[in-house]
């Protein structure tokens, strides 16, 4: 009888596990520019990143440091945002996604980039 409480509350682990892989994988995604569109939600907030653009640089890629589930269809994505060019070799920022789950589909809602990670004595 004891174990019986126990299945509800593995079976929501496995959910979360699921839902943090599929997170990631939204993110991923959303690094390719050509498949960013893809995961963003029709009101996406998302900071301009044209500010790190310029010639002899890459595109920032987002790199997921924590997942956390603020309800089962809302999480929000600690992630560490990196550049790199021939003369600032590396570039690094500190990032926050939210993302929303809409039909099944982990979308990104948010997107705000911070100060360099060096500076903010992060990641």
């Not at 409480?5 to 050509?34: E, M, Q, Y």
């Not at 990143?49 to 310029?54: A, I």
Request: net charge neutral.
């Amino acid at each position: 009888m004891r174990m019986l409480w126990s299945i509800p509350l593995l079976w929501t682990l496995c959910a979360r596990a699921d839902d943090g892989d599929a997170v990631r994988k939204a993110i991923a995604r959303f690094n390719d520019p050509h498949q960013r569109q893809s995961v963003l939600t029709l009101d996406a907030d998302l900071d301009d990143l044209s500010h790190y653009r310029g010639p002899e640089v890459s595109q920032v890629y987002f790199e997921v440091k924590a997942v956390r589930f603020v309800t089962p269809d809302v999480a929000v994505v600690d992630a560490a945002g990196s550049q790199y060019g021939s003369l600032i070799v590396k570039r690094s920022l500190r990032a926050v996604f939210v993302l929303k789950k809409e039909a099944g589909e982990w979308r990104v809602a948010v997107l705000r980039v911070g100060a360099p990670a060096e500076s903010a004595g992060v990641y």
